[in-house]
Protein backbone atom coordinates (compact mmCIF):
# COMPACT_ATOMS: atom_id res chain seq x y z
CA UNK A 1 0.00 0.00 0.00
CA UNK A 2 1.43 3.43 -0.85
CA UNK A 3 1.59 6.45 1.52
CA UNK A 4 -1.93 8.07 -0.26
CA UNK A 5 -3.80 5.04 -0.51
CA UNK A 6 -4.26 5.28 3.16
CA UNK A 7 -7.29 7.62 3.30
CA UNK A 8 -8.51 6.85 -0.42
CA UNK A 9 -11.38 5.52 1.78
CA UNK A 10 -12.01 7.88 4.40
CA UNK A 11 -11.08 11.12 3.13
CA UNK A 12 -13.91 13.92 3.17
CA UNK A 13 -12.52 17.08 1.53
CA UNK A 14 -8.78 16.98 0.59
CA UNK A 15 -6.57 19.45 2.23
CA UNK A 16 -3.83 19.23 -0.22
CA UNK A 17 -3.41 22.20 -1.64
CA UNK A 18 -0.52 24.47 -3.68
CA UNK A 19 3.03 26.26 -2.36
CA UNK A 20 3.15 29.79 -1.86
CA UNK A 21 5.61 32.70 -0.04
CA UNK A 22 4.48 31.85 3.41
CA UNK A 23 5.31 28.36 3.30
CA UNK A 24 8.23 27.88 0.88
CA UNK A 25 7.71 24.86 -1.11
CA UNK A 26 10.68 22.96 -2.89
CA UNK A 27 10.49 18.66 -3.53
CA UNK A 28 11.93 16.24 -1.10
CA UNK A 29 12.98 13.21 -1.89
CA UNK A 30 10.29 11.34 -2.88
CA UNK A 31 9.23 14.05 -5.31
CA UNK A 32 6.59 15.57 -2.94
CA UNK A 33 6.10 19.19 -1.89
CA UNK A 34 8.74 20.24 1.03
CA UNK A 35 7.02 22.76 2.90
CA UNK A 36 8.79 24.96 5.01
CA UNK A 37 7.61 27.61 8.08
CA UNK A 38 9.52 30.70 8.34
CA UNK A 39 9.29 32.46 11.88
CA UNK A 40 6.01 34.59 10.89
CA UNK A 41 4.70 31.11 10.14
CA UNK A 42 5.43 30.01 13.35
CA UNK A 43 4.19 32.96 14.97
CA UNK A 44 0.64 32.78 13.50
CA UNK A 45 0.13 29.20 14.56
CA UNK A 46 1.34 29.91 17.77
CA UNK A 47 -1.21 32.48 18.26
CA UNK A 48 -3.53 30.51 16.76
CA UNK A 49 -3.06 27.57 19.25
CA UNK A 50 -4.04 30.25 22.07
CA UNK A 51 -6.92 31.72 20.55
CA UNK A 52 -8.26 29.58 17.77
CA UNK A 53 -10.87 31.74 16.35
CA UNK A 54 -9.20 35.02 17.11
CA UNK A 55 -9.85 37.67 13.98
CA UNK A 56 -7.62 38.38 11.39
CA UNK A 57 -7.68 41.96 11.96
CA UNK A 58 -6.96 41.05 16.15
CA UNK A 59 -4.35 38.32 14.83
CA UNK A 60 -2.64 40.94 12.64
CA UNK A 61 -2.03 43.55 15.05
CA UNK A 62 -0.50 42.10 17.67
CA UNK A 63 1.88 39.55 15.36
CA UNK A 64 2.82 43.28 13.47
CA UNK A 65 1.54 42.60 9.82
CA UNK A 66 -1.61 43.14 8.02
CA UNK A 67 -4.83 41.24 8.86
CA UNK A 68 -4.49 40.38 5.10
CA UNK A 69 -1.45 38.69 5.08
CA UNK A 70 -2.27 36.92 8.12
CA UNK A 71 -5.14 35.81 6.59
CA UNK A 72 -3.56 34.24 3.31
CA UNK A 73 -0.49 33.35 5.24
CA UNK A 74 -2.96 30.90 7.20
CA UNK A 75 -4.73 30.22 3.78
CA UNK A 76 -1.26 28.40 2.08
CA UNK A 77 -1.16 26.58 5.57
CA UNK A 78 -3.96 25.07 5.89
CA UNK A 79 -4.12 24.67 1.99
CA UNK A 80 -0.94 22.60 2.15
CA UNK A 81 -1.52 20.25 5.34
CA UNK A 82 1.18 22.31 7.06
CA UNK A 83 -1.22 23.26 9.80
CA UNK A 84 -5.27 23.47 10.89
CA UNK A 85 -7.68 24.37 13.45
CA UNK A 86 -9.90 21.09 14.78
CA UNK A 87 -12.53 20.28 17.81
CA UNK A 88 -12.59 17.67 20.21
CA UNK A 89 -15.58 16.10 20.88
CA UNK A 90 -18.33 17.96 23.26
CA UNK A 91 -17.01 17.46 27.09
CA UNK A 92 -19.94 15.99 29.04
CA UNK A 93 -19.57 14.90 32.44
CA UNK A 94 -20.94 11.12 30.80
CA UNK A 95 -18.19 11.02 28.37
CA UNK A 96 -16.15 7.87 28.27
CA UNK A 97 -12.42 7.95 26.76
CA UNK A 98 -10.30 4.68 26.56
CA UNK A 99 -6.79 4.64 25.22
CA UNK A 100 -6.28 0.99 22.99
CA UNK A 101 -3.49 -1.19 22.53
CA UNK A 102 -4.11 -2.73 19.88
CA UNK A 103 -1.83 -5.78 18.43
CA UNK A 104 -2.20 -7.07 14.63
CA UNK A 105 -1.32 -9.68 12.79
CA UNK A 106 2.57 -9.51 10.95
CA UNK A 107 2.58 -6.55 8.54
CA UNK A 108 -1.30 -5.65 8.97
CA UNK A 109 -0.86 -2.59 11.36
CA UNK A 110 -1.47 -0.08 8.26
CA UNK A 111 -4.52 -1.92 7.48
CA UNK A 112 -6.18 -2.09 10.83
CA UNK A 113 -5.34 1.44 11.39
CA UNK A 114 -6.67 2.44 8.15
CA UNK A 115 -9.89 0.32 8.84
CA UNK A 116 -10.21 2.21 12.14
CA UNK A 117 -9.56 5.93 10.76
CA UNK A 118 -12.64 5.87 8.96
CA UNK A 119 -14.55 5.79 12.78
CA UNK A 120 -15.19 9.02 14.08
CA UNK A 121 -14.89 7.16 17.27
CA UNK A 122 -10.93 6.68 16.79
CA UNK A 123 -9.93 10.48 17.21
CA UNK A 124 -6.32 9.42 17.02
CA UNK A 125 -4.53 6.54 15.80
CA UNK A 126 -0.45 5.69 16.04
CA UNK A 127 1.70 3.07 14.75
CA UNK A 128 4.26 2.23 17.31
CA UNK A 129 7.01 0.73 17.96
CA UNK A 130 7.11 -1.86 21.36
CA UNK A 131 5.18 -4.34 22.52
CA UNK A 132 1.94 -2.45 20.34
CA UNK A 133 1.51 -2.20 17.56
CA UNK A 134 -1.48 0.89 17.09
CA UNK A 135 -2.32 3.34 19.84
CA UNK A 136 -5.71 4.41 19.60
CA UNK A 137 -7.67 7.37 21.77
CA UNK A 138 -11.06 6.80 21.31
CA UNK A 139 -13.91 8.89 22.82
CA UNK A 140 -17.45 8.12 23.04
CA UNK A 141 -20.96 9.58 24.80
CA UNK A 142 -21.01 7.20 27.54
CA UNK A 143 -19.78 4.27 29.14
CA UNK A 144 -22.13 1.74 27.48
CA UNK A 145 -21.39 3.10 23.79
CA UNK A 146 -17.34 2.93 24.49
CA UNK A 147 -18.15 -0.85 25.59
CA UNK A 148 -19.97 -2.01 22.25
CA UNK A 149 -17.46 0.08 20.10
CA UNK A 150 -14.71 -1.94 22.07
CA UNK A 151 -16.39 -5.11 21.34
CA UNK A 152 -18.62 -5.18 18.55
CA UNK A 153 -16.13 -3.08 16.29
CA UNK A 154 -12.98 -2.78 17.22
CA UNK A 155 -12.25 -6.39 18.23
CA UNK A 156 -14.14 -7.79 14.85
CA UNK A 157 -11.73 -6.31 12.81
CA UNK A 158 -9.70 -9.14 11.25
CA UNK A 159 -6.29 -7.37 11.03
CA UNK A 160 -6.48 -7.07 14.87
CA UNK A 161 -5.01 -10.41 16.68
CA UNK A 162 -5.50 -8.41 20.35
CA UNK A 163 -6.59 -5.17 22.06
CA UNK A 164 -6.07 -3.96 25.66
CA UNK A 165 -8.26 -0.80 26.45
CA UNK A 166 -7.33 1.54 29.40
CA UNK A 167 -10.19 3.57 30.47
CA UNK A 168 -9.66 7.51 31.02
CA UNK A 169 -10.60 8.43 34.99
CA UNK A 170 -8.96 12.05 34.01
CA UNK A 171 -7.01 14.09 32.18
CA UNK A 172 -4.38 16.25 33.52
CA UNK A 173 -3.81 17.51 30.16
CA UNK A 174 -4.28 17.33 26.52
CA UNK A 175 -2.11 18.52 23.38
CA UNK A 176 -4.88 21.64 23.11
CA UNK A 177 -2.79 23.26 25.89
CA UNK A 178 0.51 22.50 24.07
CA UNK A 179 2.42 25.62 22.34
CA UNK A 180 5.21 26.05 19.93
CA UNK A 181 7.46 28.03 21.40
CA UNK A 182 7.47 31.22 18.70
CA UNK A 183 5.74 33.99 20.94
CA UNK A 184 7.53 36.26 23.83
CA UNK A 185 5.67 35.79 26.93
CA UNK A 186 4.39 39.64 26.22
CA UNK A 187 2.61 38.72 22.90
CA UNK A 188 1.43 35.43 24.58
CA UNK A 189 -0.03 37.51 27.27
CA UNK A 190 -1.57 39.61 24.36
CA UNK A 191 -2.90 36.69 22.61
CA UNK A 192 -4.90 35.67 25.51
CA UNK A 193 -6.51 38.19 25.97
CA UNK A 194 -8.75 38.31 22.96
CA UNK A 195 -9.58 34.32 23.24
CA UNK A 196 -13.22 34.16 24.53
CA UNK A 197 -14.52 34.11 27.98
CA UNK A 198 -18.21 34.25 29.48
CA UNK A 199 -20.28 32.63 31.72
CA UNK A 200 -21.00 29.01 32.36
CA UNK A 201 -23.79 27.69 31.32
CA UNK A 202 -25.83 24.28 31.23
CA UNK A 203 -25.31 20.72 29.62
CA UNK A 204 -24.73 20.64 26.03
CA UNK A 205 -27.70 20.78 23.76
CA UNK A 206 -28.43 19.49 20.39
CA UNK A 207 -27.32 22.71 18.50
CA UNK A 208 -24.06 22.20 20.18
CA UNK A 209 -23.31 19.01 19.31
CA UNK A 210 -24.32 19.89 15.47
CA UNK A 211 -21.79 23.08 16.38
CA UNK A 212 -19.52 21.26 16.92
CA UNK A 213 -19.57 18.75 14.52
CA UNK A 214 -19.33 21.53 11.68
CA UNK A 215 -16.40 23.47 13.86
CA UNK A 216 -14.44 19.51 13.51
CA UNK A 217 -13.97 20.03 10.07
CA UNK A 218 -12.68 23.55 10.29
CA UNK A 219 -12.57 24.82 13.58
CA UNK A 220 -12.47 28.58 12.09
CA UNK A 221 -15.36 28.71 10.25
CA UNK A 222 -17.00 31.78 9.66
CA UNK A 223 -19.74 32.36 11.88
CA UNK A 224 -22.34 32.95 9.16
CA UNK A 225 -21.24 30.09 7.85
CA UNK A 226 -22.16 28.27 10.79
CA UNK A 227 -25.19 30.29 11.50
CA UNK A 228 -26.35 29.36 7.62
CA UNK A 229 -25.81 25.65 8.09
CA UNK A 230 -27.46 25.63 11.57
CA UNK A 231 -30.29 27.63 10.22
CA UNK A 232 -29.50 30.20 13.20
CA UNK A 233 -29.15 33.51 13.92
CA UNK A 234 -25.28 34.41 14.17
CA UNK A 235 -25.55 36.22 17.58
CA UNK A 236 -27.11 32.65 18.26
CA UNK A 237 -23.87 30.80 17.21
CA UNK A 238 -22.10 33.91 18.78
CA UNK A 239 -23.53 32.87 22.57
CA UNK A 240 -23.26 29.24 22.08
CA UNK A 241 -19.61 29.39 21.13
CA UNK A 242 -18.65 31.59 24.05
CA UNK A 243 -21.11 29.63 26.90
CA UNK A 244 -18.97 26.22 25.78
CA UNK A 245 -15.56 27.83 25.34
CA UNK A 246 -16.46 29.55 28.94
CA UNK A 247 -17.66 25.99 30.36
CA UNK A 248 -14.79 23.78 29.16
CA UNK A 249 -17.27 21.68 26.94
CA UNK A 250 -15.46 23.51 23.27
CA UNK A 251 -11.46 22.45 22.87
CA UNK A 252 -10.43 24.16 20.06
CA UNK A 253 -6.76 23.13 19.10
CA UNK A 254 -4.58 24.81 16.03
CA UNK A 255 -2.16 21.69 15.02
CA UNK A 256 1.13 21.84 12.87
CA UNK A 257 2.25 18.78 11.14
CA UNK A 258 5.44 17.74 13.62
CA UNK A 259 7.82 17.16 10.62
CA UNK A 260 8.09 21.08 10.26
CA UNK A 261 9.12 21.90 14.12
CA UNK A 262 12.11 21.01 16.15
CA UNK A 263 10.21 18.52 17.82
CA UNK A 264 10.25 15.23 15.23
CA UNK A 265 9.68 12.41 17.92
CA UNK A 266 6.71 11.13 19.20
CA UNK A 267 6.54 8.97 22.65
CA UNK A 268 3.83 7.42 24.64
CA UNK A 269 5.00 6.82 28.21
CA UNK A 270 3.46 4.19 30.21
CA UNK A 271 3.86 4.67 34.23
CA UNK A 272 2.78 3.43 37.38
CA UNK A 273 2.61 5.92 40.38
CA UNK A 274 1.35 5.13 43.61
CA UNK A 275 -2.66 6.10 43.93
CA UNK A 276 -2.12 8.71 47.00
CA UNK A 277 0.47 10.09 44.34
CA UNK A 278 -1.48 10.24 41.06
CA UNK A 279 -2.15 14.04 41.70
CA UNK A 280 0.98 14.92 42.22
CA UNK A 281 2.16 13.25 39.31
CA UNK A 282 -0.59 14.40 36.96
CA UNK A 283 0.40 17.86 37.86
CA UNK A 284 3.50 18.02 37.64
CA UNK A 285 3.21 16.29 33.96
CA UNK A 286 1.18 18.76 33.20
CA UNK A 287 3.31 21.46 33.64
CA UNK A 288 6.03 19.90 31.32
CA UNK A 289 6.18 21.90 27.72
CA UNK A 290 6.89 18.70 26.08
CA UNK A 291 4.15 16.87 27.59
CA UNK A 292 0.77 16.53 24.80
CA UNK A 293 -1.09 14.36 26.82
CA UNK A 294 -1.00 13.07 31.02
CA UNK A 295 -3.93 11.02 31.38
CA UNK A 296 -4.93 8.88 34.56
CA UNK A 297 -6.55 5.18 34.03
CA UNK A 298 -7.55 2.64 35.80
CA UNK A 299 -4.92 -0.42 36.02
CA UNK A 300 -1.74 -1.46 37.13
CA UNK A 301 0.00 1.24 34.85
CA UNK A 302 -1.96 3.72 35.96
CA UNK A 303 -0.55 6.61 34.33
CA UNK A 304 -0.05 7.62 30.42
CA UNK A 305 1.77 10.51 28.52
CA UNK A 306 2.88 11.65 25.26
CA UNK A 307 5.51 13.90 24.54
CA UNK A 308 6.54 15.43 21.45
CA UNK A 309 10.81 15.43 21.82
CA UNK A 310 13.67 16.43 19.40
CA UNK A 311 14.72 13.20 19.39
CA UNK A 312 14.62 9.80 20.52
CA UNK A 313 17.80 9.99 23.71
CA UNK A 314 15.40 13.48 25.02
CA UNK A 315 12.93 10.67 25.88
CA UNK A 316 15.70 9.02 27.94
CA UNK A 317 16.39 12.54 29.38
CA UNK A 318 12.77 13.53 30.02
CA UNK A 319 12.39 9.92 32.07
CA UNK A 320 15.95 10.54 34.03
CA UNK A 321 14.43 13.73 34.86
CA UNK A 322 11.22 12.90 36.31
CA UNK A 323 12.44 9.91 38.02
CA UNK A 324 14.75 12.69 39.71
CA UNK A 325 11.92 14.61 40.76
CA UNK A 326 9.73 11.73 41.61
CA UNK A 327 11.42 8.91 42.84
CA UNK A 328 8.32 7.06 43.22
CA UNK A 329 7.39 7.19 39.57
CA UNK A 330 7.96 4.20 37.81
CA UNK A 331 8.59 3.80 33.77
CA UNK A 332 6.92 0.14 32.59
CA UNK A 333 7.31 0.97 28.76
CA UNK A 334 7.61 3.57 26.29
CA UNK A 335 6.59 3.44 22.62
CA UNK A 336 8.01 5.66 19.78
CA UNK A 337 5.49 6.55 16.95
CA UNK A 338 6.35 5.12 13.73
CA UNK A 339 3.88 6.65 11.49
CA UNK A 340 0.81 9.15 12.79
CA UNK A 341 -2.44 7.82 10.89
CA UNK A 342 -4.96 9.93 12.28
CA UNK A 343 -4.98 13.54 14.90
CA UNK A 344 -8.18 14.09 16.46
CA UNK A 345 -10.08 13.30 13.33
CA UNK A 346 -7.79 14.75 10.93
CA UNK A 347 -5.76 12.50 8.56
CA UNK A 348 -2.54 12.60 7.90
CA UNK A 349 -0.14 11.42 5.43
CA UNK A 350 3.45 9.85 6.89
CA UNK A 351 5.36 13.37 7.77
CA UNK A 352 2.11 14.25 9.79
CA UNK A 353 0.26 16.28 7.28
CA UNK A 354 -3.40 16.69 7.34
CA UNK A 355 -5.02 14.78 4.00
CA UNK A 356 -8.73 14.63 4.85
CA UNK A 357 -10.80 14.79 7.67
CA UNK A 358 -13.36 12.47 9.57
CA UNK A 359 -16.29 14.64 10.82
CA UNK A 360 -17.17 14.11 14.70
CA UNK A 361 -20.69 12.90 14.53
CA UNK A 362 -23.53 14.83 16.38
CA UNK A 363 -25.47 12.63 17.41
CA UNK A 364 -24.81 10.77 20.80
CA UNK A 365 -25.68 7.52 19.25
CA UNK A 366 -22.84 7.60 16.66
Same mark, same amino acid.
Request: glycine fraction near 6%; charged fraction near 25%.
Given at each position: ???????????????????????????? +???????????????????? $????????????????????? +?????????? /???????????????? /?? +??? =?????????????????????????????????????????? $????????? =???????????????????????????????????????????????????????????? %????????????????????????? %?????????????????????????????????????????????????????????????????????????????????? =?????? $??????????????????????????????????????????
Amino acid at each position: MNDDSLHDSVTAGALRGGPGAATRSARD +AHGRDAVVLDEDDLRLVHAL $QIAPRASWAELGRLLGMAPST +AARRWARLEE /SGAAWVSCQPIDDPGS /SI +AVL =EVSCRAGSALAAATTLAADSAAMTIDITSGSRDLLVTVTRPD $QLTLSDYLL =ERVGRIPDVESVRSHVVARVYTDASRWRLRSLSKRQEEAVGAVAASGTRHGPASPLDRRL %VELLSTDGRRPVADLAEQLDVSEST %VRRRLQALSAAGSLRLRCEVARDLTEWRVLEWFFLRVPPDRMDEAGQVLAGIPELRTALSIAGPTNLIAAAWLRTVTDGQRL =EARLRQ $QMPWLEFVDRSVVLRPVKLVGRLLDPRGFAVGTVPLVADRQA
